[in-house]
């Protein structure tokens, strides 16, 4: 017998059908249904999946958790990594280094938009529907000769390019 929520519902109409005495008796209709149809243990089927579901998502999200945790020590690994090689350079003045494994290139700093105070940013520098400063139109303002109270132009820091094909 193939049993399915269809099937089930099926069984138990037909058994209100034959009985009508049991819609007014919740004892006696819960005690038929049981004895008459595949419902509860259905249910019971239902139930054990439903618990596996459970502890499969919980398990899984501890384990998410732990990834997440070790991603962000590799994270901060590779970042220290990267800080070493670009203190090393630049204590040896190597503006490139051709090593097997990687070449190293220091970049020369950037210029970039400094915001110091978001909620001042007008409306016509923003990327809607949420309210972000747009970047490059702040940055293009600011190089066309506009000042702004709210935002500025700063050098950035040295980065670190290393290509390793």
Same mark, same amino acid.
């Given at each position: 017998? %193939? +049993? %399915?929520?269809?099937? +089930?519902?099926?069984?138990?109409?037909?058994?209100?059908? =034959?009985?009508?005495?049991?819609?007014?008796?919740?004892? /006696?209709?819960?005690? $038929?249904?049981? $004895?008459?149809?595949?419902?509860?243990? #259905?249910? @019971?089927?239902?139930?054990?999946?439903? @618990?596996?579901?459970?502890?499969?998502? *919980?398990?899984?999200?501890?384990?998410?958790?732990?990834?997440?945790?070790?991603?962000?020590?590799?994270?901060?690994?590779? &970042? /220290?990594? @990267?800080?070493?090689?670009?203190?090393?350079?630049?204590?040896?003045?190597?503006? &490139?280094?051709?090593? !097997?494994?990687?070449? #190293?290139?220091? *970049?020369?700093? @950037?210029?970039?938009?400094?915001?110091?105070?978001?909620?001042?940013?007008?409306?016509? #520098?923003?990327?809607?529907?949420?309210?972000?400063?747009?970047?490059?139109?702040?940055?293009?303002?600011?190089? *066309? *000769?506009?000042?702004? %109270?709210? =935002?500025?132009?700063?050098?950035?820091? !040295? $980065?670190?390019?290393?290509?390793?094909?």
């Amino acid at each position: 017998m %193939n +049993i %399915n929520p269809a099937t +089930i519902r099926q069984c138990i109409a037909n058994l209100l059908l =034959a009985h009508p005495e049991l819609f007014d008796d919740e004892e /006696a209709r819960a005690l $038929s249904i049981e $004895s008459e149809t595949p419902a509860v243990d #259905y249910l @019971r089927v239902v139930e054990h999946r439903r @618990r596996e579901a459970e502890t499969m998502a *919980g398990a899984l999200a501890s384990q998410i958790a732990q990834l997440e945790l070790r991603q962000a020590r590799f994270v901060h690994q590779e &970042k /220290a990594c @990267r800080q070493i090689a670009m203190q090393i350079m630049d204590e040896a003045q190597l503006p &490139k280094l051709v090593m !097997p494994e990687a070449t #190293y290139s220091i *970049g020369k700093p @950037r210029e970039r938009v400094l915001v110091n105070d978001i909620q001042s940013v007008p409306a016509d #520098y923003c990327h809607p529907p949420v309210p972000k400063p747009d970047m490059k139109k702040i940055a293009d303002a600011l190089k *066309g *000769g506009a000042t702004f %109270n709210w =935002a500025a132009l700063v050098q950035g820091e !040295p $980065s670190l390019t290393i290509r390793t094909k």
